[in-house]
T-cell receptor, first 110, second 110 residues
């Protein structure tokens, strides 16, 4: 069974707005990662946050992790058309295997 | 795509035929993974390898086998393809936490 579950399943926003998506998981983790997938392509790693970290930034991306609630959020600020993609969270239990959620599809309207 | 190629990129086959998908890397990464991606399920791990001749099952391994005789190649075999194995298959490689994905193989079993 999948470890992570993203919410919402789909999100449509205007260019320039912020996009927020959430991930919940069930068991303890070593780290949590976010990936992006453009239509018809493989996944691309965006950011990794370790279990002892609470927040991490990378460019326009901000990730938070709350291990007490077993949840994470990904915020994309000032969205662009190029941000249109599916976003997946993946949990790593420390055994070099990732468990992926079903993803959030983000559409950025011009 | 981080030195990962998959072949073939597209394949149509008939139920009951054997199929082998190949993943090739030029990064000399230790870990290699095979996933399948289906609508509503995200990515699910089929098999993975942690070294030459060292492989293990993932969450959806039934009907699949793998082999890794060289660091750079990881083969996924469907001994007798079924319609339920119609999917997009992704290979990934890793040396630590972050995974790098290939472009995918779209397999249709008629």
């Amino acid at each position: 069974s999948q470890q992570g579950e993203e919410d919402p399943q789909a999100l449509s926003i205007q260019e320039g707005e912020n996009a927020t998506m959430n991930c919940s998981y069930k068991t303890s983790i070593n780290n949590l990662q976010w990936y992006r997938q453009n239509s018809g392509r493989g996944l691309v790693h965006l950011i990794l946050i370790r279990s002892n970290e609470r927040e991490k930034h990378s460019g326009r991306l901000r990730v938070t992790l709350d291990t007490s609630k077993k949840s994470s959020s990904l915020l994309i600020t000032a969205s662009r058309a190029a941000d249109t993609a599916s976003y997946f969270c993946a949990t790593d239990g420390g055994d070099y295997k990732l468990s992926f959620g079903a993803g959030t599809t983000v559409t950025v309207r011009a | 795509d981080a030195g990962i190629t998959q072949s073939p990129r597209h394949k149509v086959t008939e139920t009951g035929t054997p199929v082998t998908l190949r993943c090739h890397q030029t990064e000399n990464h230790r870990y290699m993974y095979w996933y399948r991606q289906d609508p509503g399920h995200g990515l699910r791990l089929i098999h993975y390898s942690y070294g030459v001749k060292d492989t293990d099952k993932g969450e959806v391994s039934d009907g699949y086998s793998v082999s890794r005789s060289k660091t750079e190649d990881f083969l996924l075999t469907l001994e007798s393809a079924t319609s339920s194995q119609t999917s997009v298959y992704f290979c990934a490689i890793s040396e630590s936490n972050e995974q790098f994905f290939g472009p995918g193989t779209r397999l249709t079993v008629l």
